[in-house]
């Protein structure tokens, strides 16, 4: 997949090159598009599988996550190269990237219009609330709270097989009305895994205070990786996932303009980030 022939970069100057061919996004399209996504080259982002047609016919092409490295204009669309945390790559369309996710727990009554919910290896977005009930004819019964969803991944589910299809539908009398609702209903005894966004801070704190001990001025971006510039040298430290895991584990590379210069916890990195005269 190309790396340097793309219609426009995420950021910095695009070099001069031919018009795209008809139909495809020009390169002010992409800028355009790079512009209102809210992403850069380097940020940490996941998306859902898709169905993509290929010669064999259509497959489904699982989702994952990983830094955007590339972004260019391919098929009609602005598509990303997203170097994944397994180590291979993809190339989704831009606009279905988002910024990588955590979930935090919530108690049922705690949910809220918009919340998404991750139930049964779906993602399953809050759109309405239902009527509460109680969980018994008595009035001192446990309070029922329920919600009306759309699962945002239907194309995971589907490959994935464990929630029937016909759980997904919903009908008004002979009429199919939708394919891809979900209810999620529970007690306040009944928590819910709900999306939020990893912020910089979550990840990059310890790392931007062992740098502002050292006298440096960092600055922290979207999925804890940190940017500074020392003793004239613009270095960039992206988080580290575990080689088995693959969740961070408190190790940052540092990456400086001829690449990366090593791994570090949080003080070492500022110590050589303090210390390093060359790039």
Same mark, same amino acid.
Not at 78 to 97: C, F, I, N, T
Not at 137 to 160: I, Q, R, Y
Not at 213 to 241: C, N, Y
Not at 243 to 271: D, H, I, L, Y
């Given at each position: ?22 139909? $495809?996004?020009?390169? @002010? ?8 996504? =809210? ?10 599988? #898709? ?7 259509? #497959? ?14 391919? &098929? ?42 991750? %139930?049964?290896? @779906? ?17 001192? =019964? ?6 009306? =969803? ?10 994935? &097989? ?32 709900? $999306? ?15 740098? #502002? ?18 003793? =004239? ?29 090593? @791994?570090? %916890? ?14």
């Amino acid at each position: 997949m190309p790396e340097n022939t793309d219609a426009a970069r995420i950021s910095g100057h695009a070099p001069a090159r031919p018009p795209a061919p008809a139909g $495809e996004p020009s390169a @002010m399209d992409v800028r355009a598009a790079v512009g209102a996504c =809210g992403l850069a080259l380097g940020d940490l982002v996941e998306y859902d599988g #898709r169905i993509v047609d290929a010669e064999e016919g259509r #497959r489904f092409v699982p989702g994952g996550r990983g830094r955007i490295r590339d972004v260019w204009a391919a &098929g009609g669309e602005v598509v990303a190269r997203v170097e994944r945390e397994d180590g291979a790559s993809d190339a989704p369309a831009l606009k279905d990237l988002r910024p990588a996710t955590t979930t935090v727990s919530k108690a049922s009554g705690e949910l809220r219009a918009g919340d998404i919910v991750r %139930v049964h290896g @779906m993602r399953v977005r809050l759109d309405a609330p239902n009527p509460p009930h109680s969980t018994d004819t008595d009035t001192e =019964g446990d309070v029922v709270h329920s919600w009306t =969803g759309t699962v945002l991944n239907l194309a995971d589910v589907h490959a994935a &097989g464990h929630v029937p299809r016909s759980h997904l539908r919903r009908w008004s009398g002979l009429t199919l009305l939708r394919e891809d609702a979900w209810t999620v209903q529970g007690a306040d005894a009944v928590r819910r895994d709900v $999306e939020v966004p990893l912020t910089a801070p979550e990840l990059s704190a310890p790392l931007v205070a062992a740098l #502002r001990a050292k006298g440096l001025e960092p600055s922290a971006r979207q999925g804890g990786v940190v940017t500074v510039t020392a003793h =004239g040298i613009d270095w960039k430290l992206e988080p580290v996932p575990h080689a088995v895991t693959g969740e961070w584990c408190g190790v940052w590379s540092a990456v400086g303009p001829k690449g990366s210069r090593g @791994m570090f %916890v949080a003080t070492n990195a500022a110590s050589f980030i303090a210390d390093r005269r060359v790039p």
